[in-house]
């Protein structure tokens, strides 16, 4: 047994004050869950602390908070592991982000989640006709979004959205793995149909910055901003989509500049992701247009140097070597002939495989 | 105030599944849950689902291993058409989405599971409940014009009419407070078990009772109660189920001199005998010092058997609950498990339409007694009982429901559960706290009540719960609110946890016999002369339980020897 702190965040709606934070002290060996010691504090001292959770094992989904501020299932995270990253000792936990609050660490998800979820179309939109008996499909699709599946919908992905926190619009990571759970699934009959929606809706596939807070916060290794990037590689290389976000054009302006110089060429990209991908895209006026629109973020960039008036006339140069060694990373892709997808379910997780 | 042709309580499989079956046949329907439908305990459910549908396999086989694995306790008829219809229900899965796991031919692959002559386990890695259960959400959200959702309502009451017919349910939206009658032709219990009477248990804590103990109050009866299903493997430390599937696919069980037991208690099956025989020799080793771990009380689950690969696909969550809740791996070394409550054969008592016998009460899954599963359940027979039933249930209310009229429920029922609900909020800051008393209940339950029990602990266990019961009675709450206000909810849930032990526990002490999951050491042979019976149990008119009666229906299997 140890003794652990627990910092709350409480909130009464009925009362009319402010949210506020309370502090109890619980009992518990060190490996029990964050989940227990708040229910040990509503047993012995608070019964009206609220929280969701049923199961305690990481299945229903219910009890996602934040924990010292990063999200995850009270169920799902230690106490000497929470009381190890608080910075005071005293473990933190309050309701998720980027939703409101109803409760102490009750949400309210419909807008923000459940909402998003109904925008996929969510539900198999079965190939014609229906088979007697099963779909035959090949092993490895089932298995393939058997990771997507794997979503209990708790919410922490959402939580920790950088995309939807500047774009409540945006259809955001655990909706869109949902949708691939259809994309990828060789019984539905409307992949195309489904792409194209998610790919010209300007909150869809190509909203995601890529910045890998979905697949931190997931508590079920769903990585959701992985099913995102699939989503797009399923739209452009399988599909062909191009969409009038320029998402496509973007990915596409982006490999090749990646290729040719081994790093990012921040001039070049905006340009080519409107304009065609060409050294050439730069003087028309389809870019002129766009570099003036972008005027104010440019200026923000350079105030904040991240780029400097140099390198706008000099791109990044790397060394002979080094741009030796990306142009290989890319002729080894390019020879594989078949993407490289990676998936908790087929290969494991690194620690796994140690 | 709302008015459904069929109201569901409880949105599981079993009451999602009814949903759809009752909306598709053209009733204006309400399914109603306590916790957002994709948080019910279904959601847990591992392994697979049970249908033979391997060419070699036949649906009268799984029948007979139904049939056996319930000890002669269930009935036939009812069983004949669940594993007749499983077939056809697997695939009606398949097509509205379930990923159901493929074989190299493309077809749905099957698993060894427990109590089972053949491989006819279909499955979705070790997340099978989960995936239906998000498939049958999908469809809900798909058929939302037709299917009235009431996300986090909590039933109080069901309501009789005149008639003494099933009405309609009283109901408080959790999120404001506000209390409702909802007027039905129909109501189709499907709020699961009560395995929250029992610490450690590997069910969530919503599994309350709720609809059993609500059936029983209206004097529905309730039968097969004591057959209390203990699960072989339950993890030692904290009791959170590993799947069956991971003995399916080939683990072994380990007792202290690192030997594969079973086969002195199964020689054929070995760890894939019915769960109660399992479950009872892990006890017995046990009990007879052959435990493993510091205090002797575990047994080891080796899943290093099974082959690395398979694991990752097929076992994936047993890998995250070993590592997360019992800092082991399971890839490379044993764990540590036990016997532990895991579900209840018995139930509410219902027909093989689900219908119990109160008129327009229906019952489907876990809550209810059809009775497939007899004295023991066979692992992934349950979701198949929840969707078989769940969609006869809806099928048969909403055919019900054309002939007839809405009844006329006493609104003024609604008064009562209003003032019910003001008492508990307003109790002194005296007695008992409730989270005291359930811990009670749940440890003693876990002692007497258990996969042994004898006259003595039977009679003490009783006598523990009545004093229980009296101090539930004032127990004090501390949230006063309206919005959320889960601590009163507790109080009401615990009160019907009270009534399913109680109901548990006089079944358990009538029946002077071994069957099933229940042994009794003082009567340890199975009586088939006096007790090839199902016990009801009845609330008499003095909120004292009633025993009586009914027949095993029997069609073509005769009781013989069980061995596995």
């Known amino acids: 047994m140890a003794e652990f702190t627990l910092r709350l965040r409480r909130y009464d709606p009925e009362s009319g004050d402010a949210p506020y934070w309370e502090e109890h002290t619980i009992e518990l060996e060190p490996h029990r869950s964050v989940l227990e010691a708040i229910l040990q504090a509503r047993a012995r001292f608070d019964g009206s602390i609220g929280i969701r959770c049923s199961c305690r094992a990481a299945i229903c989904g219910s ?4 924990i010292n501020g990063h999200p995850d299932l009270a169920c799902h995270t230690h106490l000497d592991k929470a009381a190890k990253q608080s910075s005071d000792g005293v473990i933190e936990v309050e309701p998720m982000g980027n939703m409101p609050v109803i409760k102490d660490l009750i949400v309210d998800m419909e807008e923000v989640h459940w909402k998003k979820i109904r925008r996929v179309t969510p539900w198999l939109i079965a190939k014609q006709p229906v088979p007697e ?21 708790c919410g922490a992905c959402v939580s920790d959205c950088l995309a939807m926190e500047v774009d409540p619009g945006f259809i955001g990571p655990a909706a869109l793995a949902k949708a691939y759970r259809f994309v990828g699934d060789p019984r539905d009959d409307q992949h195309y149909e489904r792409l194209k929606d998610l790919a010209e809706d300007p909150h869809g596939i190509y909203d995601c910055t890529h910045c890998f807070m979905c697949i931190d916060a997931c508590p079920k290794g769903v990585a959701p901003m992985s099913q995102i990037m699939r989503l797009r590689r399923r739209a452009i290389h399988d599909h062909g989509i191009v969409d009038r976000n320029n998402g496509e054009r973007h990915e596409e302006a982006f490999v090749s500049l990646v290729r040719q110089y081994g ?31 972008s005027l104010p ?24 070597q080094d741009l030796q060694a990306v142009k290989r990373i890319y002729e080894k892709l390019d020879g594989k002939g078949e993407r490289n997808e990676f998936n908790i379910y087929i290969s494991g997780r690194d620690e796994d495989n140690q | 105030m709302p008015a459904h042709d069929v109201l569901i ?21 309400a399914i109603m849950s306590k916790v957002h439908p994709v948080r019910s305990h279904s959601v847990a459910a591992a392994g697979g689902i049970n249908a033979a549908i391997a060419i070699d396999d036949d649906w009268t086989e799984h029948a007979y291993d139904t049939v056996k694995g319930s000890d002669f306790l269930g009935d036939q008829d009812a069983i004949e058409i669940m594993c007749s219809e499983a077939p056809g229900e697997a695939m009606h899965l398949e097509h509205i989405g379930v990923t159901f796991h493929r074989n190299e031919k493309g077809e749905l692959d099957l698993r060894a599971f427990g109590g089972a002559s053949k491989k006819r386990t279909a499955y979705v890695a070790d997340i099978t409940g989960q995936a239906i259960l998000h498939v049958l959400y999908e ?47 129909s109501v189709i219990l499907a709020s699961g078990g009560n395995g929250q009477c029992y610490k450690p248990t590997t069910n969530a804590l919503i599994c309350t009772g709720d609809g059993i103990a609500q059936a029983y109050q209206i004097g529905c009866p309730l039968m097969d109660m004591e057959m209390v299903q203990y699960h072989p493997t339950t993890l030692a430390e904290n009791g959170f189920l590993i799947t069956e599937g991971a003995r399916g696919e080939g683990a072994h069980l380990l007792n202290s001199e690192g030997r594969r037991f079973m086969e002195d208690y199964a020689p054929n099956k070995m760890e894939l005998a019915s769960r109660d025989v399992v479950s009872r020799a892990e006890q017995t080793e046990i009990n007879e010092g052959r435990g493993v771990g510091a205090d002797g009380q575990g047994i080891y689950l080796d899943i290093t058997v099974v082959p690395k690969k398979r694991v990752h696909e097929a076992l994936r969550e047993i890998v995250n609950i070993g590592r997360d809740f019992a800092g082991t791996d399971i890839t490379r070394e044993p764990i540590m498990i036990r016997p532990g409550q895991h579900y209840i054969m018995g139930g509410v008592k219902t027909d093989s339409n689900g219908q119990t016998p109160i008129t327009g009460l229906y019952a489907a899954g876990e809550v209810a007694c059809v009775s497939v599963h007899g004295g023991n359940r066979l692992g992934a027979n349950s979701l198949l009982d929840t969707l078989i039933f769940g969609r006869r249930s809806g099928e048969h209310a909403t055919a019900r429901g054309k002939e007839m009229a809405m009844p006329k429920a006493p609104h003024a029922r609604i008064h009562d559960d209003v003032a019910m609900i003001d008492q508990i909020v307003g109790r002194e800051h005296s007695g008992r706290r409730i989270s005291e008393i359930k811990d009670e209940l749940g440890t003693m339950m876990n002692e007497y009540v258990a996969v042994y029990r004898d006259e003595d602990g039977l009679t003490k266990a009783n006598e523990i719960v009545h004093r229980l019961q009296d101090e ?12 959320f206000n889960q601590d009163v909810l507790g109080a009401i849930e615990l009160g019907y946890m009270l009534d399913c032990a109680e109901t548990t526990i006089v079944s358990a002490i009538d029946r002077k016999e071994s069957r099933g999951a229940q042994f009794r050491l003082d009567y340890p042979e199975r009586n088939d002369d006096e007790w090839l019976k199902h016990i009801n149990v009845t609330r008499g008119p003095d909120g004292e339980p009633q025993i009586s009666y009914s027949p095993v229906t029997i069609t073509r299997w005769q009781p013989e020897v069980r061995k596995y």
């Open chain 1, 63 to 66: 009890c996602g908070v934040r």
């Open chain 1, 133 to 153: 008996r099963e779909y035959i499909v090949p092993r490895e699709t089932m298995v393939d979004v058997t990771q997507s599946m794997a979503c209990i919908q």
């Open chain 1, 263 to 293: 790093l990012l060429n921040e001039v070049e990209i905006i340009p080519r992701s409107h304009a065609g991908n060409s050294p050439l895209a730069k003087f028309t006026p389809t870019a002129a247009k766009v570099l003036l629109d």
């Open chain 1, 297 to 320: 973020s440019i200026a923000k960039a350079l105030l904040r140097r991240k780029v400097t008036p140099a390198a706008v006339l000099k791109p990044h140069k790397l060394a002979k």
């Open chain 2, 9 to 29: 309580i409880g949105a599981g499989l079993a009451g999602q599944r009814a949903a759809l079956a009752a909306a598709e046949a053209g009733a204006a329907v």
């Open chain 2, 139 to 185: 469809q809900l959200m798909r058929f939302h014009d037709t299917v009235e959702r009431y996300e986090e309502w909590f039933a109080t009451s069901l309501i009789l009419d005149e008639k003494g017919h099933c009405a309609g349910a009283v109901a408080r939206d959790i999120r404001s407070g506000a209390m409702e009658i909802f007027d039905a032709k």
């Open chain 2, 472 to 483: 539930a009675a004032s127990a004090y709450i501390d949230d006063r609110g309206s919005v």
